[in-house]
C-alpha cells in the first residue's frame, strides 16, 4: 500500500532553472495539495486540488504553476527557480476536498536547495 | 484563514501523560478539530479528530471543551517516540500554525 508518494526525495537547482515534483496517490483521493515548510515554521499551502482538472491557489502561489489531469498525480512546477523557494515540500490527499472530517495523507517529502 | 495557538514547546516525561493544549476561539459549529505530528524528517501524520464529545483511538485522546474554543490531546504514557511536533488545525485544514514542539526526557 503505496500511499502518497513523491519524488524526488532530494534536488539541488540552481537559479532560474526549472523543475517538476511529482506526487502520486493510490487512494482514489479526490482531494490533492501541496505545502512547503521552511525551517522551524509550520506547513503553507501552495495549491490545492478538488479533483482533475480542477485546481485552485493556496497561501503562496507565487512561482508555482499545477495541473491535475489525472486523480492519481498532482505535480508541482517551478517555472524559474529562486533562492526564496529553497525549502521542504510536502505533497497531501484525503477522500473528499473538505478535510473537515476526513483525514489528510502526507507523503515523506522533497527537500529542494535552490543555489 | 483558520487560526489555532499552541504553545511552542512543551517537555515530558517518559511513561507519563502528556496533555497538548490548543486554543480555537473562531472555530464554527461544524468545524471538525484535527491533530497532526510531524517526527524528525517525516512528513505529518494523522492523530486524531474530533466535533464535540472526546474521541479515544489507539495513539491518544481528544478532549474538547464544552464550548469548543480548546481542545487538548492527551498521550496517556509518553514514549521516546512521541518526541515529535504536534499540529492542532480546524476548518478546511489550509492552515498549519508552528505546532507544538514536544520533548519527551528519558
Known amino acids: 500500500n503505496a500511499g502518497v508518494t513523491q519524488t524526488p526525495k532530494f534536488q539541488v537547482l540552481k537559479t532560474g532553472q526549472s523543475m517538476t515534483l511529482q506526487c502520486a496517490q493510490d487512494m482514489n483521493h479526490e482531494y490533492m495539495s501541496w505545502y512547503r515548510q521552511d525551517p522551524g515554521m509550520g506547513l503553507r499551502l501552495i495549491h490545492y486540488?478538488?479533483?482533475?482538472?480542477?485546481?485552485d491557489q493556496g497561501e503562496v502561489p507565487n512561482g508555482y504553476n499545477v495541473s491535475r489531469s489525472t486523480t492519481e498525480d498532482f505535480p508541482l512546477r517551478l517555472l524559474s527557480a529562486a533562492p526564496s523557494q529553497t525549502s521542504v515540500y510536502f505533497c497531501?490527499?484525503?477522500?473528499?476536498?473538505?478535510?473537515?472530517?476526513?483525514?489528510?495523507?502526507f507523503g515523506s517529502g522533497t527537500q529542494l536547495s535552490v543555489l | 484563514d483558520a487560526k489555532t495557538t499552541q504553545p511552542n514547546s512543551m517537555e515530558s516525561n517518559e511513561e507519563e501523560p502528556v496533555h497538548l493544549p490548543c486554543n480555537h476561539s473562531t472555530i464554527s459549529g461544524t468545524d471538525y478539530i484535527h491533530w497532526y505530528r510531524q517526527l524528525p524528517s517525516q512528513g505529518p501524520e494523522y492523530v486524531i479528530h474530533?466535533?464535540?464529545s472526546n474521541v479515544n483511538n489507539r495513539m491518544a485522546s481528544l478532549a474538547i471543551a464544552e464550548d469548543r474554543k480548546s481542545s487538548t490531546l492527551i498521550l496517556h504514557r509518553a514514549t521516546l517516540r512521541d518526541a515529535a511536533v504536534y499540529y492542532c488545525i480546524y476548518s478546511d485544514g489550509l492552515t498549519f500554525g508552528k505546532g507544538t514542539h514536544l520533548i519527551i526526557q528519558p
Open positions: 474530533g466535533l464535540t
Open positions: 486540488s478538488v479533483g482533475a482538472g480542477i485546481t
Open positions: 497531501a490527499s484525503s477522500y473528499s476536498m473538505r478535510v473537515a472530517n476526513e483525514k489528510l495523507f
